[in-house]
Structures are given as C-alpha cells and as structure tokens.
C-alpha cells in the first residue's frame, strides 16, 4: 500500500509540472498565431488588445481543456494495468 501511496503522490507532482509546462507551452503558441494573424490582418485595433481579446476566447476553448488529459489518460491507463494484472 505504501508503494501505491508513493506512486500516487510522485505521479500527481510529475503530471502537474507537465501540465503547467504544457499549459504555458500551448498558450505561447496561440499567443504567436494571434500576433500573426494580427500582422496579416486590417489593424482595426492595437496589437496587445487583439491578442487579449483571442486569448479570452482560447481559454474558453476545447483545446485547452483537452489539456487536462494529462492528469487523465495515465490515470486511466495505470488503473487498467492494475486491473488487468490483478484480476485476468
């Protein structure tokens, strides 16, 4: 039970510094795009604002709540090999 305590705890850390990295990661990339289509585009309004007002409506979007798949895709996956393992 210990080692399952001691996974559960190391696991958790390990996915929430993935998550964070990933999160940053994802935005920056959106933030680059914004700026892009920004250049592209007919500048009815200043830079920053434009990117704000896209970041707003990225933080609402499905991709950044597909990134919350990190903390359950290996959970899932680490609950089906115990299962599979204990019970097959």
């Known amino acids: 039970m210990l080692g399952f305590a001691r996974l559960a705890v190391f696991g958790f850390i390990f996915l929430s510094i993935v998550f964070v990295c990933l999160s940053f990661y994802s935005r920056a990339v959106r933030r680059g795009k914004l700026r892009q289509k920004w ?12 990117v704000e007002r896209g970041l707003e409506k990225y933080d ?20 089906v090999i115990i299962y599979l393992t204990n019970f097959s």
């Open 60 to 79: 609402g979007s499905v991709r950044r709540k597909l990134i919350w798949g990190v903390y359950v895709i290996p959970v899932v996956v680490i609950a």
């Open 39 to 50: 250049e592209a585009g007919p500048k009815k309004v200043d830079r920053d604002t434009f």
